[in-house]
């Protein structure tokens, strides 16, 4: 039996990685939410300077990496692997993003669980001594995404109620194999998940099932309860999905109500930003994490945090052809300390 | 420094995976080409009773799967993880595919280097003490991939000499802690890479940089000549990719000639099969390698084999905003005992 595996899903680290630095760049919306303090960097519009809104989400790649090695005083030659993707086709942002980096880099598409997933592998390959210094990064962009998945922005469309909003913004953790903190002692990684959700302006709900379905298996994995985490944050339900989720959680025994969150809810003013259900896109678990929870853990305000970012694997083609709408989510547990 | 990583971008297993099975599907063209002998099951038109192309492609993967289990006598539960992706915008041939596997799954993006990327990870999660087992798949589509990239088929365009015909089929590697080999003793990491190449009928080119310089760092890292392997293959540079990577290898010092090939040129009867330049698309190297090339190591005909997936990393989108093509390629060292 694999050794670090334990459960169904889960593995604990020997030789727990640290997050030694965050970095986070955001649009100007995100830069008025409930949480512009915590962003290293706020950009003055969606184009930043680009002909493109798709150059501008690769700029924020290659501007927040550039970040995060600055906050960690490494340079790129001192970093084996990056790990990340996007939502944009064929994971553009990311590709054109870090192309003059010089970093061996594995690429990843889990939608919004993006984030999550690359702590997860890039977890592995510093445990497991493959690398001693990994960065983990993702994004998205508001603007790219509307004109991919959904209308051109000229049309004004109306949204509807469940509807997310896609974050503007890149975020990425350094975890290093220094012993500095804080850790990542578990990640839960998930399976797909589909129950027949296939309305494309409700992600919350296709996306919840999966969310709840990771959190219960890591607590039955780890044998760990609810109160042994300061909170527990999911990726980009939004207010829709993230009541969906505590509700399934409720059935099957489990009550997070005072210690549950997400991103999708905390990273804008939902009540005068007209953002309906809240945030989405891989950017906003991110830029969340990378932000305010990394902020938070080094403050001494959160300990223990499990970080379970939530994707939608759907795309225009797959609804056009009458899908549902599968979901996944990956658990990562992080500790301030490893007392 | 990490214990497993040697030179710049070379990662060395201590305790070396076993592909304990593998398992390849391919359209009806595919199975009249070079390799047809080698596959395990060739589907009677491109549809395979499904309504799209992309359902069909879906149907590739959920088989292929399905077939490298029984292949391996495992079921679904003694899987920790799948890792994979496809060419389709969001990965939905991979997504929709594994979504009733009840598997974890870790989605992956590099293009046609796919494979590789994901056998590299495959095989940390299973030497680090993370899986006993993990299947590694892609699949690409001949019409699902025109439909996307270039013109409605319908349209029946002309086709360049440098161009390239994308694989209908799905490849999968069952990686195991066994010690059943044949094993996998290295993998080294692509770098994004970026020559300036900027005609989307001419992959081969753009992807040629990358494959050259992650053979010769593979070499570099493990202190290994060309004449350690039985072949060296690189995944669907095409007739002309093949010939600008030996050139570049050749001006680096390095003569290949008579143990070099890629799958791209071996998959079809170029001569008589109307595919130009050769193969490509992630299934060209996932059904060569899970086809042709597993075999031939089984038989004893190859013992060492380094397999070079190749990606270009480009969207349909990026060419209409006048970028360039970067390239990534990933070499996975395959040795068919551990003498």
New interface residues.
Partial sequence: ?????IGK?T?IFKNPPSIKATASIVGPKEGKGALRQSFDYIIPDELWGE??W??AESKLVRETLSKVLQKGSLSNDQI??VLG?D??????AA??G??????????????CSTMA?SM??GS?????????NVVCMTSSHFCSAER?FRYPLELGSQRAPTSQWTVTGSGAALLT?DQTGPYIRYVT??????MGISDVNNMGAAMAPAAADTILTHFADTGLTPDYYDLIVTGDLGKVGKKICLDLLNMNGIDLENRFNDCGVMIFNTKDQDTHSGGSGCGCSATVFAGHLYKEMMKGNLKRVLFVATGA??????TQ?K?SI?G?AHAVSIHRSLD
């Avoid at 039996?1 to 595996?5: G, S, T, V």
């Avoid at 939502?87 to 553009?92: A, E, V, Y």
């Avoid at 990684?189 to 589909?194: A, E």
């Avoid at 694997?313 to 797959?318: D, E, Q, R, V, W």
């Fill in positions: 039996m694999a050794e670090r595996h899903q593995v002909d493109s798709e150059k084996e692997y993707g939502l944009l086709n064929q994971c553009i590709n054109y870090l192309r003059e980096t010089d970093i061996p880099f594995f690429g990843l598409y889990g939608a997933e997860s592998l592995m390959l510093i445990d497991g001594g493959y690398a001693d991919q194999s990684t998930g399976k797909i998940n589909d694997l759907m795309s225009p083609i797959s052809q899908e599968p996944i």
